[in-house]
């Protein structure tokens, strides 16, 4: 074989070594459904008369598939104490980042995002439009993932918790609690003093399973 002949076959031979390279480092820059797992808050907003916990998912998961997000979609809700409706209970424990749908980290994991503190707040909606600065969001969830109380959950009665007015009118009678999406502290899913009525018309958040 002549000199010629073999420095063409070595040079394609490099040729197609750094093409796979290049394939292989652009695979690993991608960040894909298996490394990650989305959040956002609705861009909708909603009255504590929600249908129950199912009720709930069920708006998270409409709010995804107008948007055009795939996977399954839960809210970031608990129900009474001690229930197993906890949200902690209720939702699946990322192993993987959180992230906003326009490619922003909320948390590095579960862990991280029940921690008290997030790397930046939900105030991303499905669509990826930014929420109102003042926007408030049903949750009854500490920030570690569990209910806050009985009596803040939009529910009457002893009998497991329901997110729904029994009668429409008496919304204005029961409370439940809410989080600030602008916030970053605690506060993103509530405090002692986030009482609401839950006739108020406020969002959800809706964390990818």
């Given at each position: ?6 420095a ?10 750094l ?48 948007a ?25 424990h ?37 929420a ?11 920030s ?25 009118t ?23 003093s ?16």
């Amino acid at each position: 074989m002549s000199k010629n002949k073999s420095a063409a076959w070595l040079f394609i031979i490099l040729l197609i070594i750094l093409i796979l390279l290049l394939i292989l480092w652009l695979l690993s820059r991608q960040t894909g459904p298996e490394d990650r797992k989305l959040v956002f808050v609705t861009s909708s907003t909603f009255s504590g008369n929600l249908g129950g916990l199912e009720g709930a998912d069920n708006r998270c998961r409409s709010a995804a598939e107008e948007a055009g997000l795939s996977g399954t979609f839960k809210a970031w809700i608990s129900g009474r104490e001690h229930s197993g409706q906890d949200a902690g209970d209720r939702l699946s424990h990322a192993t993987v980042p959180y992230q906003l749908v326009n490619g922003t980290q909320v948390a590095d994991n579960w862990a991280d995002l029940t921690d008290g503190s997030l790397d930046h707040a939900i105030n991303v909606t499905e669509t990826g439009t930014p929420a109102p600065e003042n926007a408030r969001v049903w949750t009854n969830t500490t920030s570690a993932g569990q209910a806050w109380d009985n009596t803040r959950d939009c529910a009457l009665g002893s009998g497991p918790a329901t997110w729904t007015c029994h009668v429409t009118t008496e919304c204005p009678f029961e409370s439940g609690k809410y989080g600030l999406a602008q916030s970053v502290s605690g506060s993103w899913t509530g405090q002692e003093s986030s009482n609401t009525a839950c006739s108020n018309d406020y969002r959800l958040y809706c964390f990818e399973q």
